[in-house]
């Protein structure tokens, strides 16, 4: 008896566990669809007209009312700014995009009766620009500050391997480069590639774009690569004595203990690892400010700059020169000055970089440029076979370092 109870309640039991399960299924099934747009983000010109579409993913069993939104009122007109979907109905609502003033702007729904899932999905990110031609000017100076930086790295390491001699060559510049370099890629590839923190992103910004971009990831790579290659070149041709400094070595121990402190955060979720990624990030901002100091000290020190290559500065100012006329380009054409001087890191950061390439330059070619190859430092004089060449060598081989 005590046996064929427990059956029966083992069954009962089975029974009711799938009644909760088809119930389950049922309700999943018929989960509410909305409607949702043909894209969530739109260009349009001044006194231009563009167009979207609300689209019925699955017919609704009553009529609805929508309402369009506009985060401001004076930037685009939208026609129609209401409409019906009608019981039953798959037919797609197109709306009309009128530019008024450059700038950016959000748009979404409400909707009659008063359904959050049937406009959840009905937002748009709608871009006024002044001119189409700066849009393509913009991206094409885009793409030749990003060829610019990346071909950057190169001069230095040609100029290493011609001499077979890093003398010259700043290794504080070098190693805070590396360590910039690599937070910088571990910002780019863990906000491109790891799906966790891409959901604590859009979590925390659900309508935002994400910022990474395929090609920072790979100049944030290539950047690390070729800084690998400098280092390789530091540890296998002529030096003389020089070697990283005691304040770059307290400075990078600094920034690695704030890291791993922070990773140690996060992996006890004290933080979000997407905090810990900024971090990271503001790091990288810092070495960006400080990493030329070194290097020009030590020029100023040598009143020389053989050895520096002048190419890897005329690269790096040809793009950080056009990295803020893009800026300015779209901040005129999308009346978003605001990206400029209310958030003034990124082009203070481009600003302050080009000031010091133009130090560099101005070093080069009007401080000590009919200088012999450099004033050594103590430890060079016996190390370095330059000090003991011709005028006519010197001559060449100052001519020689231009690139």
């Given amino acids: 008896m005590m046996a064929l109870c427990i059956a029966r309640t083992h069954r009962n039991l ?7 399960f088809a119930i389950f299924s049922q309700a999943w099934a018929q989960a509410p669809v909305g409607l949702t747009v043909s894209s969530h983000d739109v260009t349009v010109l001044v006194n231009k007209t563009e167009s979207f579409d609300v689209l019925v993913r699955d017919p609704f069993t009553q009529d609805f009312r929508i309402t369009l939104i506009k985060q401001h009122d004076n930037m685009v007109d939208l026609d129609p700014m209401e409409f019906s979907i009608m019981a039953g109905s798959t037919q797609n609502q197109t709306i009309l995009i009128n530019g008024l003033k450059p700038g950016h702007l959000e748009v979404t729904a409400e909707s009659q009766p008063n359904e959050k899932w049937v406009v959840e999905d009905i937002y748009l990110r709608i871009t006024v620009a002044n001119s189409e031609a700066i849009i393509y000017t913009s991206l094409i100076f885009g793409w030749i500050y990003f060829v610019a930086w990346s071909v950057s790295f190169y001069p230095q390491i040609w100029t290493n391997f011609k001499r077979k001699s890093v003398v010259g060559l700043n290794f504080d510049f070098v190693f805070l480069n590396i360590v ?7 910002f780019n590839c863990g906000l491109y590639w790891v799906p966790g923190i891409q959901d604590e992103y859009f979590e925390r910004y659900p309508r935002g774009l994400n910022p990474v971009m395929l090609n920072d990831v790979v100049f944030s ?22 070697r990283v400094s005691k304040i770059a070595s307290g400075l990078v121990g600094l920034f690695a203990a704030f890291v791993i402190i922070s990773a140690g955060l996060a992996a006890g979720n004290v933080i979000h690892w997407l905090d810990f990624l900024y971090y990271c990030s503001y790091v990288k901002l810092t070495i960006t400010i400080i990493k030329y100091v070194p290097q020009a000290l030590m020029n100023y020190r040598r009143k020389s700059t053989v050895g520096w290559s002048i190419g890897n500065i005329l690269l790096d100012f040809t793009g950080g020169t056009l990295s803020m006329l893009q800026m300015i380009l779209n901040a005129y054409n999308y009346d978003d000055w605001v990206s400029i001087f209310g958030d003034p890191t990124k082009f203070g950061l481009g600003l302050f970089s080009v000031l010091f390439d133009i130090f560099f330059m101005l070093q080069h070619y009007v401080f000590y440029r009919n200088n012999p190859p450099y004033q050594p430092l103590p430890g060079d004089d016996n190390t370095n076979a330059e000090s003991s060449m011709s005028p006519p060598q010197i001559i060449s081989n100052s001519l020689n370092e231009t690139f």
């Avoid at 790579?221 to 020089?242: D, G, P």
């Fill in 180 to 186: 910039g370099f690599t937070l910088y890629s571990i």
């Fill in 14 to 20: 089975g029974y009711a566990l799938i009644s909760i």
């Fill in 221 to 242: 790579l290539h950047a690390m690569f070729a800084t690998c290659i400098t280092i390789y070149q530091c540890f296998a041709y002529e030096r003389a004595e020089q």
